[in-house]
Structures are given as structure tokens and as C-alpha cells.
Nanobody, 123 residues
Framework: VQLQASGGGLVQAGASMRLSCTAS????????MAWFRQTSGKEREFVAG????????AYSDSVKGRFTISGDVAKKTVYLQMNDLEPEDLSTYYC?????????????????WGPGTLVTVSS
């Protein structure tokens, strides 16, 4: 499965931004999708995930209440709506895919990755 993310850029703290990730697979509806982020020198960090068939979601504590993940099966696209962005959210964001609806949110469990999109938040 190939993933293509878009929507990154530069915003001021407190602003909103939406990332999109489009998959090449028709199996998006039965898959698990997630967003991770990584800054230089740090491990890739789970941000948000969605089990598409159930619509159930999960978030890291650092973004809970500010970020929302959603999916549109017809468009084969997953979104990450990011509100009230903070300078600490500055990172390269990656979307990830794995088939099925089980398992945890560890980066190593995901089978396909998008190329990453940079989000810069100025204070």
C-alpha cells in the first residue's frame, strides 16, 4: 500500500492545520491507520490512530483534546485535524497503514508509511 500525505506547512501557535493521507489500497475500510511524528534525534512517536471499520480512535496524551483523526473510505483518505497547535508540535508527521483491526499502536506494527510532511509551529 502506498501512502501520500499532504497539508504540512508553517503556522503560528494557536492556529489549526489539517493533514491528509491518501492510500492506494481499496482495503482502507478494514485497515488501521495512524499518524506518527518524529523530530530530529528522537524516536517516532504515536500521535493518533483509527480502526476504520469501527471508527474507533486513539490519541497520545500530548494531543488529546486538540487533534482529531478521521477517515473517508470512499476517498481512501485519512485526516488529522490539528487545533490549538503548540511549538512542541513542530515535527515531521507520517501516516501509517496496517491491515486489519487489531494490535497496538507501535510503529513497528505498521506495514506501510507515507513520506512524511513537515509541520512547523512558530511561537
Amino acid at each position: 500500500v502506498q501512502l501520500q500525505a499532504s497539508g504540512g506547512g508553517l503556522v503560528q501557535a494557536g492556529a489549526s492545520m489539517r493533514l491528509s493521507c491518501t492510500a492506494s489500497s481499496d482495503t482502507l475500510g478494514t485497515s488501521t491507520m495512524a499518524w506518527f511524528r518524529q523530530t530530529s534525534g528522537k524516536e517516532r512517536e504515536f500521535v493518533a490512530g483509527i480502526r476504520m471499520i469501527f471508527g474507533s480512535t486513539a490519541y497520545s496524551d500530548s494531543v488529546k483534546g486538540r487533534f482529531t483523526i478521521s477517515g473517508d473510505v470512499a476517498k481512501k483518505t485519512v485526516y488529522l485535524q490539528m487545533n490549538d497547535l503548540e511549538p512542541e508540535d513542530l515535527s515531521t508527521y507520517y501516516c501509517a497503514y496496517k491491515p486489519g483491526n487489531t494490535g497496538n499502536w507501535h510503529a513497528g506494527d505498521f506495514a506501510s508509511w507515507g513520506p512524511g510532511t513537515l509541520v512547523t509551529v512558530s511561537s
